[in-house]
């Protein structure tokens, strides 16, 4: 039986899809490719390529053409301002629109790009359907492979010590890299009439010279010949071993790590505490009981009948106390069950809310956590248009378990009219008592609302 690889390396571009097989001293072990029809079906030749009789490597990479890549820029000042969790969210905002991938099913990774001491930081993000990574990742990996990889072939193309900046053509994309960091400097979608098959081929691009620093043209590689095909993957190989590609890799996270335990824990002892307040007043019952029998059965002097009476109207206080306490502890299990089925989905809802209902003279510009539930908070210069996010956020944001208070907002006397205006939001967290009834799935789906403020 051969002996595994270290690391597999698929290629799928348009027109064809091609495995390489290393071993940890980067000697290719295998070639082979075949044919594809369809270039954004990455997955169906991800498929094909693992049923070869060769065995695959622990590692398993894929580059393919299919997935999205952007340059997208935040300002420096927001930036500083805020965590990798906040920066991801905010990319994710804008890739949606330009990816055209739903917002709560984007898998990204970003990494910073060349800085061009703009008052941006630019960003070089890759962008696939979660979904369809993660399915097709979870069934490579139960193939025997430990970890799979997702990325766009651009950026492992150079390992020579130029000085000169680097491009490569992808399909009808180019890229240009800084020579010494390897960082993205710029790409540009190429028009159906510059791009061509041939591989060996130049093509304009008409970047002007000083943002190229050379002449505005890219080379797409020539992996046409076993030996430039054999090099190209040693190049991917040591770069991936090192960890100096500098290209955004999507890893295939485990979901195991992602489940949070504390909702359910919670639910159990809250369901202990009520089994045990079930027991105690089937006891208090009992004691009672007794308690009548006795009275009803024995002649007692008025002294002790007046403290058994005493007695019992004790009891019977306790017993009401704790029917109040077993009502208001089952409550307390339909609102930790309420959240619970909500969580995974309502912060992701949320966003996508604000983001439609939102206008171009308004910013968001972040959602913290409050005592009572979460703050959106932002600055905007129409003085109406943060009531009135309150209000539309109400009908919507109820369902899923928040009461909506009136925007909160602030005057800077920068402007005639006042402003602009800072704003906070308050979501309270209400469960489904004040939203829905206890016995009702809230429909956590928002409706896409447009408009202008």
């Not at 930081?121 to 430990?146: M, P």
Request: glycine residues 6%; charged residues 25%; contains cysteine.
């Amino acid at each position: 039986m051969p002996k595994k690889p270290s690391i597999s390396i698929f290629l799928i571009n348009e027109n064809q899809a091609t495995r390489a097989d290393l071993t940890a001293s980067r000697v290719v072990t295998s070639i082979e490719s075949l044919a594809t029809n369809n270039a954004n079906d990455w997955r169906a030749a991800v498929k094909a390529l693992v049923q070869s009789a060769q065995p695959l490597g622990r590692r398993v990479v894929v580059l393919s053409n299919a997935v999205n890549s952007h340059l997208i820029s935040i300002p420096r000042a927001s930036v500083a301002q805020m965590t990798p969790d906040e920066i991801d969210n905010a990319l994710r905002f804008e890739v949606e629109t330009l990816s055209g991938i739903e917002i709560e099913d984007i898998a990204l990774v970003r990494v910073e790009a060349y800085d061009d001491l703009s008052g941006d930081v630019r960003f070089w993000v890759n962008v696939v359907r979660e979904s369809e990574f993660n399915e097709i990742a979870d069934w490579v990996k139960n193939q025997g492979v430990r970890t799979v990889e997702l990325a766009h072939p651009a950026g492992f193309g150079s390992n020579s010590q130029s000085s000169e900046n680097f491009r490569e053509l992808w399909g009808n994309t180019a890229f240009q890299f800084d020579a010494k960091s390897r960082k993205l400097v710029e790409f540009h979608r190429v028009v159906a009439s510059v791009a061509s098959d041939e591989p060996t081929s130049k093509f304009d691009l008409g970047w002007p010279n000083e943002i190229l620093g050379i002449d505005g043209t890219a080379i797409a590689h020539d992996l046409s010949t076993l030996a430039e095909l054999e090099g190209w993957f040693q190049s991917i190989a040591s770069q991936i071993f090192e960890n100096h590609s500098g290209v955004p890799i999507l890893r295939r996270k485990r979901a195991a790590s992602s489940f949070d335990w504390r909702p359910l824990l919670a639910t159990g002892l809250i369901c202990a505490v009520l089994v045990g307040c079930i027991f105690h007043r089937n006891w208090l019952q009992t004691q009672i009981a007794n308690t009548i029998q006795l009275t009803e059965e024995v002649a007692l002097p008025n002294a002790r009948k007046k403290r058994d009476d005493t007695e019992t109207l004790k009891l019977l206080e306790q017993l009401k106390e704790q029917e109040s306490e077993a009502l208001r502890i089952n409550n307390e299990l339909k609102r930790v069950k309420f959240f619970y089925d909500n969580q995974r989905d309502r912060l992701a809802h949320l966003l996508k809310m604000v983001g439609e209902l939102r206008t171009t003279e308004m910013v968001v510009q972040e959602f913290t956590n409050d005592p009572n539930g979460m703050v959106v908070a932002g600055i905007t210069l129409n003085g109406e248009a943060a009531p009135l996010l309150a209000n539309r956020l109400k009908l919507l944001a109820a369902p899923l378990g928040w009461k909506v208070s009136g925007a909160n907002q602030k005057g800077q006397q920068k402007m005639v009219s006042g402003g602009p205006w800072t704003f906070q939001i308050l979501l309270e967290d209400v469960g489904p008592f004040e939203s829905a009834p206890p016995d009702v799935v809230p429909n956590t789906t928002s409706p896409t609302i447009r408009g202008k403020f």
